[in-house]
Nanobody, 131 residues
Framework: QVHLVESGGGSVQVGGSLRLSCEIS????????IGWFRQASGGEREGIAA??????????YYVDSVKGRFTISQDKSKTTVYLQMNSLTADDTALYYC??????????????????????WGQGTQVTVSS
């Protein structure tokens, strides 16, 4: 069983930055990928970034809308994954979730944005960007 807790959300002005954290506890076993998703009010859950935390390479995935603005990273103990969000816009307003799943193979990123790829989810942290 894996337990995920998100933190770091809040209210920020357009152009500002936030860093979200996803604390991971429990036995991950083969669940090697941590993904960040977001869901705006009335919208669908969208996968925005993911990282293979067991890889020795920089195995990360980003959806096009956040490339160059968001950075996913992990701490050395593999117990926390971060999402640094810069140049925030009103379109980034959403409830942000982290999730944990088992994705393997050279094209693991093709499934990184698919919610059904993940076995465990956190409760979410709200990000509100206003002008």
């Amino acid at each position: 069983q894996v337990h995920l807790v998100e933190s770091g959300g809040g209210s920020v002005q357009v152009g500002g930055s936030l860093r979200l954290s996803c604390e991971i506890s429990g036995e991950r076993h083969s669940n090697n990928v941590i993904g960040w998703f977001r869901q705006a009010s009335g919208g669908e859950r969208e996968g925005i970034a993911a990282i293979d935390i067991d890889s020795t390479d920089d195995n990360t995935y980003y959806v096009d809308s956040v490339k160059g603005r968001f950075t996913i990273s992990q701490d050395k103990s593999k117990t926390t994954v971060y999402l640094q969000m810069n140049s925030l816009t009103a379109d980034d307003t959403a409830l942000y979730y982290c999730a944990c799943g088992a994705l393997y193979g050279g094209r693991w990123y093709a499934l990184a944005a698919v919610p059904k790829s993940y076995n465990y989810w956190g409760q979410g942290t709200q990000v509100t960007v206003s002008s």
